[in-house]
């Protein structure tokens, strides 16, 4: 199944690689900050027709909205261009992101860097990778050497959880913070040693479903801001190299 997702995604990766930096016709879902193009629905439906053609009995959870419910145990949950504001805007960071859950367990999941060629992957028990080297997550423990990411829900105006508060005193503790706008990448990037820790809130499942198994395989921790353990559908969720865990998790609930 694994090598399956990896084809698929590459296939969609390659219709949004082809698309990147021409006109494409840009709709608003709710408002200014939500976006979707012709090709997020291009590459949905690429990839809803594969699952469909060779996992006919499983169900879908897409972004886009090509849901369906099956008979197997087998759910899988498609976002088919994290980061379509980038696309969008020629900024050449996103990702196509897939994750398979089963019995309420991630199983397996890719998340596709499109202009960097790079496939993150990984099945339960069985590691992490990028292309096909396996990767882990720092070693640092010292919050004020970390190199930190998060990102912001499109309500930020509003700030929903005190995100600004949460963001400054973040950034006053750790070396930096980097907001990129893929979150199936930031997480990705912990879970390869890049960075520390990526925190964010108001996520949906296609966002964060894939790189929840990548970044616990290459030893990561996911929780909430509580500490607590979290699935798909929290809107909450911190992803550590575990070494900084506790000093992220004392900022975050206090602020």
Not at 58 to 72: H, P, Q, T, V, W
Not at 78 to 85: A, E, N, S, W
Not at 212 to 225: H, L, N, Y
């Amino acid at each position: 199944m694994l090598k399956n997702i990896i084809e698929i995604s590459k296939e969609a990766g390659s219709i949004i690689r082809e698309g990147f930096g021409k006109n494409n016709i840009v709709e608003f879902k709710t408002d200014e900050g939500n976006l979707v193009t012709e090709i997020d629905k291009r590459s949905e439906k690429t990839i809803i027709n594969f699952i469909k053609k060779n996992y006919p009995k499983d169900s879908i959870l897409a972004e886009e909205g090509s849901n369906s419910k099956g008979s197997s145990d087998n759910l899988w949950i498609v976002d088919p261009l994290d980061g379509t504001t980038n696309f969008t805007h020629g900024l050449p960071i996103f990702a196509v992101s897939i994750g398979v859950i089963k019995k309420d367990e991630i199983i397996a999941g890719v998340v596709y860097d499109v202009m960097n060629e790079i496939v993150y992957s990984a099945e339960n028990g069985s590691g992490a990778f990028a292309n096909d080297k396996q990767i882990r997550v720092s070693s640092n423990d010292r919050i004020g050497r970390s190199l930190l990411a998060t990102g912001f829900a499109y309500n930020v105006k509003d700030n929903p959880q005190h995100s600004f508060e949460k963001f400054t005193a973040v950034t006053k503790s750790a070396r930096a913070v980097r907001r990129l706008g893929s979150a199936a990448l930031d997480i990705c990037h912990v879970a390869k040693g890049i960075y520390d820790g990526f925190w964010e809130i108001n996520l949906e499942p296609w966002d964060v479903c894939a790189g929840m198994i990548i970044s616990k395989e290459a030893g990561g921790t996911v929780t909430d801001f509580s500490g607590e353990e979290i699935d798909i559908y929290s809107k909450q969720i911190l992803v550590t190299n575990g070494k900084v865990t506790e000093r992220l998790l004392n900022l975050l609930s206090k602020n």
